[in-house]
């Protein structure tokens, strides 16, 4: 099986897809068999898939883990062997900002800010200008994003809506470990006793839906005394949020939700979710 055609340019990327129908994969790279799921569904639906990796400083912030980020193109192309892929682009920071941060960015509004905007300044902001940068550089028909970063996907069909990009975002459901955790490349920080610990997230989700029929507070609650039980686990919030509009719901909510979770296991920041109903 060959590599996909490694491009580091903008300029040749455009002359490549010239004309063709594509499908377009964001990645930050370092990945893993939830990575794949994006690329294999790309490649049902597009005879042209592109797999982007690149490392985006503008979301990272000052004490986050940019320069600790794994990286390891050669590991990354030989992941891709077999999925259909045509291209990696693979620019460096100079090609995808050429003059140093850029001038005009995309912002994430309201919802930018709370969540993992609230604890991460200016993360969405930076994702937004990329995701945007990506989509005019390779102008896809599709675009993925896996439902594990729900935030993340909610602002991007947000974005596509509201600026006319001709881009249809599709998202993929989340991949999973046997035990329930969610494929995270930063999974890969864990020491041992701490992936042990890190299923609690999920096994939180699990108990949070089971309670849907008894409201809000019983979700949080059931959650809560899940999480309560591992020590190892930091969590930095638990939310259940309006999947349409991504504010939290009030007390009376009745219908559809999403509830969210981020924690700190160790030296690794980790994020799920999950669908419920409220009755």
């Given at each position: 099986m060959t590599q996909p055609a490694v491009v580091t340019t903008i300029a040749e990327l455009r002359t490549l897809l010239d004309g063709r129908r594509?499908?377009?994969?964001?990645?930050?790279g370092a990945l893993h068999a939830g990575h794949l799921a994006l690329v294999d569904e790309a490649a049902s639906l597009a005879d042209t898939v592109v797999v982007s990796i690149f490392v985006n400083p503008l979301q990272f912030g000052p004490e986050e883990d940019l320069e600790r980020y794994p990286r390891d193109l050669e590991a990354d192309l030989a992941?891709?062997?077999?999925?259909?892929?045509a291209y990696v682009f693979a620019p460096d920071v100079a090609e995808m900002y050429p003059d140093g941060k850029p001038r005009i960015t995309v912002r994430g509004g309201t919802v930018g800010e709370l969540y993992e905007g609230r604890s991460r300044p200016g993360h969405f902001d930076g994702m937004l200008t990329v995701v945007a940068k990506l989509l005019g550089i390779v102008r896809p028909a599709f675009a993925l994003f896996g439902q594990k970063d729900a935030q993340q996907l909610w602002l991007v069909q947000r974005m596509v809506k509201d600026?006319?990009?001709a881009t249809r975002i599709v998202p993929v459901e989340t991949v999973r470990e046997?035990?329930?955790?969610?494929?995270?490349?930063?999974n890969r920080y864990l020491s041992a006793e701490?992936?042990?610990?890190a299923p609690v997230l999920h096994r939180a989700l699990e108990a949070a839906a089971s309670a849907g029929d008894r409201g809000i507070d019983a979700v949080i609650a059931a959650a809560q005394s899940v999480l309560m039980g591992e020590e190892l686990v930091a969590v930095d919030y638990l939310k259940v949020v309006d999947p349409r509009t991504f504010q939290s719901v009030p007390d009376d909510y009745r219908g559809p939700a999403r509830v969210l979770i981020a924690a700190q296991v160790g030296p690794a920041r980790l994020i799920d979710n999950d669908d419920l109903y409220l009755n």
């Open positions: 594509t499908a377009l994969v964001p990645t930050m992941a891709l062997e077999g999925h259909g892929v600026l006319d990009i046997a035990d329930g955790l969610a494929l995270s490349s930063r701490e992936r042990r610990a």
